[in-house]
């Protein structure tokens, strides 16, 4: 059973940067699509960005092109996202989730439907 674990999250002021981390267990990270998802107050669930299983090809929402970079290490199983020039609508909580690479491509992960499966997340908020 995949287990999720996201760290990183934190208060930040606009402008500034951060480094999420999601660390999975329970499978072959190497064998998935992985992505960011973030959950605004009040909003549904989105995907922000989604990276294939090589690292070879990465989609990003457009609110987070050019600021936001996907990565994995594989050896690890963690997967990362490193976010700069933050703004106050990028508050929210992060989760990540893996699909099977044989079941989707890194831009179907990243759009509805979702995936069902999810850890707790990490609260990201971005406030002067």
């Known amino acids: 059973q995949v287990q999720l674990v996201e760290s990183g999250g934190g208060l930040v002021q606009p402008g500034g940067s951060l480094r999420l981390s999601c660390v999975v267990s329970?499978?072959?990270?190497?064998?998935?699509?992985i992505g960011w998802f973030r959950q605004a107050p009040g909003k549904e669930r989105e995907g922000v960005s989604c990276i294939d299983r090589k690292g070879g090809s990465t989609y990003y929402s457009d609110s987070a092109k050019g600021r936001f970079t996907i990565s994995r290490d594989n050896a690890k199983s963690i997967a990362y996202l490193q976010m700069t020039s933050l703004k106050s609508e990028d508050t929210g909580v992060y989760f990540c989730a893996p699909r099977p690479w044989v079941t989707t491509t890194v831009q179907q992960l990243c759009l509805p439907p979702l995936p069902r499966t999810w850890g707790r997340g990490t609260q990201v908020t971005v406030s002067s």
């Open positions: 329970g499978i072959d990270l190497e064998n998935y699509v």
